[in-house]
């Protein structure tokens, strides 16, 4: 703590967190790197297998820390805590919203050095952090080179980071080439602790971004690449479980992704005229992105003349036309298309289920009418892009769907479940053939891959001979010796000094030795060049001659090789002369047979071809022949069914027409038969109950009688109509117009008759109508019917039993009462 009160004269602690003139100032000339420019593909022309230029960024000027306790990183990390707390308290902080400026990172590596001791304490590192030579189970140790920042969650009670605690934007664009190229590809075996790790790092970049407040292509690049990974986690990954990866969170942070590229983009175009290359790709992705939403075409309007004409977004616009009018056909015909890159199919690939389901319901009700309608399963599986059968069979089985025989039974009545109840799963032919075998990071990047980045020295605050170091211990005071030790010494350096002088007389007699090896040495080699001269010379001219002998012989030999060679390309010469006639006879007759059987081969083709035009001609025409048959038979069918119906109406009508006639014959028969003479009829008159006779003159009545008079008749018509349909009292009748009216022109009844206790009689009615004669009509069965009800006798009390005995007999019907008319 001494150390630290002394240095708060440093300059560290004289500027201020929002004054970057003044960081820039102290920590040097900033650190700048040249970003290439975008194409108009979105592929940076400069990353094609190139490693990015990245100029060194100074080392931080920080005071230094407190000496730590140890060695191991808890006491390291404490030191370096404890020195940024004091440098927290010593900042001069900007209240006013007018000179307050943001901050400007100084962190030089890809994590700055206090996280990397705190993390390795806490065993909070990854397994694409650690140094895996040293590291042991159980103690895990940091690779300070190969360590990236970890993204912490702002909150209230947490401080506020520091500059060299931030990366500039050189180092976040080395930090996520490094994520790129060394591990983006390695998810094979390790997917959750890949995406853990890929995922967190990227979500830091940005923050730093965000706190920095920057806005340039730099960030453009980053945040892009950022997009990419969620778009491509979101299909690769959606077979995964939730604590793998969860899709909602992916989206939304996706989405958080494209909010800020949106940003970017209007800033870099307003405030520096600056226009990204990839911005149409991403205004591509945002529309697919809210195909839900019901305004995600006005999105368009928003944008520019230039990203409205692009490839991108008339893809768009297709699909979000296509989803909102359940177009099935035309949505998959467009994810099939070569315009959808790989990413746009990957997006795409959430609305899969749903777009199937939509597609279930618009099938059923257009190929069923009133009952399920068989499907066959493999159209079933083309239509709606199913990997295999397997998958459709189990989509029908989710709906409660009926599978027979290679047939799926459409009913309109099914289980209907939402959308997402299906399982996602992945689409190697639909969307994971559009990869074509690119790897992970090309797609993240947008293009070919840069050559890993060479990484920088992390910056360690307690390497020896940087300002921080701890200071280098102190000579230790030499002890004090006795005399026993001091005679001991002695006598170990006599011993040494004896040792050195025989070795040195010792060195001295071998090199008398070695000159004297040495001459003689010298007298062997001169006598032996000596004889080797001698000896040389009468080889020298044993050679000459050996060597003219043989020049004579290689002379003969050759001239022999030359005639060979002479007579053997004759030779060649009249064998290739007589080949070639040999073989252009062969291919002359090979030609002839290949003409044979070509023009056969043709005349065959050509037999085929007319063959085949000619079936397909004769089933159009079989077609068409059928086709107009149908219609005929639907014509007739129709015609039949008109005829059938106006014959109905026709037999309807008479039937109607005769109930009416009957109505009426029943309504004008008397209820009484006449038991008057023609002569007395006129002037005996019955007047029925209830009616009133009026004269003729004037009758005045008054409001209070005419209901009474109303009630009077309608009472009085009651009572005719039950007497119109009441049976007749034939027996009553009959005794009285026998016994009591007896005309004088009738003969007397004998004696026999007046003293019988009974009279017996019968009514026989003579008709010409009898139900099974072919022109019987229906009027005169309801008048046959009204006579019968009111010529049927039935005693008083009596029930409608057998009493009554109706006989047919050759058309006349015959009703016969049995009933004592008379007691004596």
């Known amino acids: 703590m001494d150390t630290i009160a002394r240095?708060?004269?440093?300059?560290?602690?004289?500027?201020?967190?929002?004054?970057?003139?003044?960081?820039?100032?102290?920590?040097?000339?900033?650190?700048?790197?040249?970003?290439?420019?975008?194409?108009?593909?979105?592929?940076?022309?400069?990353?094609?297998?190139?490693?990015?230029?990245?100029?060194?960024?100074?080392?931080?000027?920080?005071?230094?820390?407190?000496?730590?306790?140890?060695?191991?990183?808890?006491?390291?990390?404490q030191s370096l805590f404890t020195r940024d707390e004091q440098i927290r308290k010593n900042l001069v902080r900007q209240t006013s919203l007018t000179r307050a400026a943001v901050v400007v990172g100084a962190c030089p590596d890809m994590c700055p050095e206090k996280e990397r001791y705190m993390r390795e304490d806490r065993r909070r590192l990854s397994w694409f952090e650690l140094d895996h030579h040293i590291s042991q189970p159980g103690a895990p140790k940091v690779d300070h080179q190969r360590a990236v920042k970890e993204y912490n969650r702002s909150a209230a009670d947490k401080a506020e980071d520091l500059p060299h605690e931030l990366r500039p934007e050189p180092v976040l664009l080395m930090t996520m080439d490094y994520l790129v190229t060394c591990v983006m590809d390695e998810r094979e075996g390790r997917t959750e602790m890949w995406y853990d790790f890929v995922w967190n790092r990227t979500r830091a970049i940005r923050k730093d971004i965000t706190l920095q407040h920057l806005c340039s292509k730099g960030c453009v690049e980053l945040t892009e690449k950022c997009a990419r990974f969620h778009i491509l986690c979101a299909y690769l990954l959606c077979e995964e479980e939730i604590n793998v990866f969860d899709q909602k969170m992916n989206h939304e942070n996706l989405t958080k992704c494209l909010i800020t590229l949106t940003h970017f983009y209007r800033d870099l175009r307003i405030e520096q005229a600056v226009y990204c290359g990839n911005e149409a790709e991403f205004c591509c992705y945002d529309i697919l992105l809210h195909l839900r939403d019901g305004n995600v075409l006005n999105l368009v309007e928003q944008y520019s003349p230039a990203i409205r004409q692009s490839n991108f977004i008339r893809f768009a616009v297709d699909i979000a036309l296509a989803f909102s009018s359940n177009n099935y056909a035309k949505f998959f015909k467009l994810v099939r298309s070569p315009i959808c890159s790989y990413l746009c199919a990957c997006i795409l690939h959430r609305y899969f289920s749903e777009i199937r389901t939509t597609a279930l319901h618009v099938m059923t009700k257009a190929y069923t009418l009133?009952?399920?309608?068989?499907?066959?399963?493999?159209?079933?599986?083309?239509?709606?892009?199913?990997?295999?059968?397997?998958?459709?069979t189990d989509f029908c089985?989710?709906?409660?769907?009926?599978?027979?025989?290679?047939?799926?039974?459409?009913?309109?009545?099914?289980?209907?479940?939402?959308?997402?109840?299906?399982?996602?799963?992945?689409?190697?032919?639909?969307?994971?053939?559009?990869?074509?075998?690119?790897?992970?990071?090309?797609?993240?990047?947008?293009?070919?891959?840069?050559?890993?980045?060479?990484?920088?020295?992390?910056?360690?605050s307690f390497a020896p001979g940087t300002p921080l170091a701890p200071p280098t211990p102190t000579r230790p005071t030499p002890p004090v010796y006795s005399d026993k030790d001091l005679t001991v010494a002695i006598d170990l350096i006599l011993e040494e000094i004896t040792r050195k002088e025989l070795f040195s007389v010792a060195m001295e007699m071998l090199q008398n030795e070695r000159d004297k090896s040495v001459k003689q040495a010298t007298v062997s080699a001169f006598c032996e060049s000596l004889t080797s001269e001698c000896?040389?010379?009468?080889?020298?001219?044993?050679?000459?001659?050996?060597?003219?002998?043989?020049?004579?012989?290689?002379?003969?030999?050759?001239?022999?090789?030359?005639?060979?060679?002479?007579?053997?390309?004759?030779?060649?010469?009249?064998?290739?002369?007589?080949?070639?006639?040999?073989?252009?006879?062969?291919?002359?007759?090979?030609?002839?047979?290949?003409?044979?059987?070509?023009?056969?081969?043709?005349?065959?083709?050509?037999?085929?071809?007319?063959?085949?035009?000619?079936?397909?001609?004769?089933?159009?025409?079989?077609?068409?022949?059928?086709?107009?048959?149908?219609?005929?038979?639907?014509?007739?069918?129709?015609?039949?069914?008109?005829?059938?119906?106006?014959?109905?109406?026709?037999?309807?009508?008479?039937?109607?027409?005769?109930?009416?006639?009957?109505?009426?014959?029943?309504?004008?028969?008397?209820?009484?038969?006449?038991?008057?003479?023609?002569?007395?009829?006129?002037?005996?008159?019955?007047?029925?109950?209830?009616?009133?006779?009026?004269?003729?003159?004037?009758?005045?009545?008054?409001?209070?009688?005419v209901a009474d008079f109303l009630e009077a008749e309608r009472c009085g018509l009651e009572e005719r109509r039950k007497k119109i349909s009441s049976p007749l009292d034939l027996p009553?009748?009959?005794?009285?117009?026998?016994?009591?009216?007896?005309?004088?022109?009738?003969?007397?009844?004998?004696?026999?008759?007046?003293?019988?206790?009974?009279?017996?009689?019968?009514?026989?009615?003579?008709?010409?109508?009898?139900?099974?004669?072919?022109?019987?009509?229906?009027?005169?069965?309801?008048?046959?019917?009204?006579?019968?009800?009111?010529?049927?006798?039935?005693p008083p009390g009596a029930k409608p039993s057998g009493d009554k005995q109706n006989l047919l007999i050759q058309g006349f019907v015959k009703f016969q009462f049995l009933r004592p008319l008379l007691q004596k």
Not at 13 to 26: C, D, F, K, Q, V
Not at 370 to 392: C, D, G, H, Q
Not at 760 to 786: K, N, R, T
């Open 535 to 705: 000896v040389g010379e009468e080889c020298t001219s044993v050679a000459m001659a050996t060597l003219e002998n043989a020049q004579r012989e290689w002379q003969v030999r050759e001239n022999a090789q030359l005639l060979d060679e002479v007579a053997k390309v004759i030779s060649m010469e009249i064998e290739f002369g007589i080949i070639i006639e040999q073989v252009s006879q062969v291919i002359i007759e090979g030609y002839e047979e290949l003409v044979t059987m070509a023009t056969s081969v043709c005349d065959d083709i050509t037999w085929e071809c007319v063959r085949s035009v000619t079936g397909d001609v004769c089933v159009e025409v079989v077609r068409e022949a059928e086709l107009v048959r149908q219609e005929k038979l639907e014509q007739l069918e129709k015609l039949v069914l008109a005829k059938r119906r106006k014959r109905y109406w026709e037999k309807w009508c008479c039937l109607f027409k005769a109930r009416c006639h009957a109505r009426e014959c029943v309504s004008a028969i008397p209820s009484l038969p006449p038991l008057l003479p023609l002569s007395a009829q006129p002037v005996a008159r019955r007047q029925l109950p209830g009616e009133t006779l009026i004269s003729g003159g004037s009758l005045e009545i008054g409001e209070g009688r």
């Open 397 to 460: 089985v989710h709906f409660d769907l009926s599978l027979t025989k290679k047939m799926v039974k459409l009913a309109r009545e099914f289980a209907h479940h939402p959308p997402s109840s299906l399982p996602a799963l992945l689409a190697p032919s639909l969307v994971g053939a559009k990869r074509v075998n690119r790897r992970l990071g090309e797609i993240v990047n947008g293009g070919p891959l840069p050559l890993p980045p060479n990484l920088p020295r992390p910056y360690d």
């Open 732 to 794: 009553y009748l009959l005794s009285h117009s026998l016994l009591v009216t007896r005309p004088p022109s009738l003969p007397p009844l004998p004696p026999s008759h007046h003293t019988s206790p009974h009279i017996y009689w019968s009514l026989a009615l003579l008709h010409s109508v009898h139900p099974d004669l072919p022109h019987s009509q229906p009027g005169d069965l309801a008048l046959l019917g009204y006579l019968e009800q009111k010529l049927t006798f039935r």
């Open 370 to 392: 009133s009952k399920p309608t068989s499907f066959p399963l493999t159209k079933f599986t083309e239509i709606l892009r199913f990997e295999n059968e397997v998958l459709a």
């Open 7 to 77: 240095s708060v004269s440093h300059p560290y602690y004289l500027r201020s967190l929002h004054i970057p003139e003044t960081i820039a100032g102290i920590r040097g000339p900033k650190a700048t790197l040249e970003l290439p420019q975008q194409s108009a593909e979105g592929v940076p022309p400069a990353v094609v297998g190139v490693a990015r230029t990245y100029a060194p960024l100074p080392r931080p000027d920080l005071p230094p820390p407190p000496m730590p306790q140890g060695q191991s990183s808890a006491d390291l990390y």
